[in-house]
């Protein structure tokens, strides 16, 4: 190694590299913070004009379904079909939320697949 090239960058690598881990650790913190509140959050989906309705959080956990007392006369074949349905519904709202999140979080920091 020649005199004075330290590990082969220079004071403005270091520079980089430590604005680098101050934003990772923003994003971990911000990363943190998201997975509570997706925790907490409520995103309903629906099927059948809203006679079916089934609660996700923001992690794509269910929550509760509520199915119309109506819908029962309809028989299973149908009741099925609207809670699937609902539950598709709902797992998309909350997949694009946390997408959209996640989006916000990242926001400049350039990461590939982002």
């Known amino acids: 190694m020649a005199k004075g090239q330290g590990f082969g960058f220079g004071l403005g690598k270091m520079k980089e590299l ?3 881990f101050k934003k990772a650790q923003q994003v971990q913190e911000g990363a943190k913070q998201l997975q509570e ?3 907490q959050m409520e995103v309903e989906g629906e099927a059948g004009g809203g ?3 089934v ?6 956990n269910p929550q509760k379904v509520t199915i119309a007392p109506d ?3 309809e028989g299973a074949e149908v009741v099925s ?3 699937t349905a609902a539950m598709k519904d709902a797992y998309n709202k909350s997949t694009a939320t946390m997408k959209e999140r996640m989006e916000d979080l990242t926001a ?3 990461l590939p697949g982002m």
């Open 81 to 83: 079909d609207l809670v």
């Open 71 to 73: 819908v029962l006369a």
């Open 18 to 20: 430590t604005e680098a």
């Open 51 to 53: 006679l079916v309705k």
């Open 108 to 110: 400049g920091l350039n």
């Open 37 to 39: 509140e997706l925790e």
């Open 55 to 60: 609660t996700m959080n923001g992690n794509q």
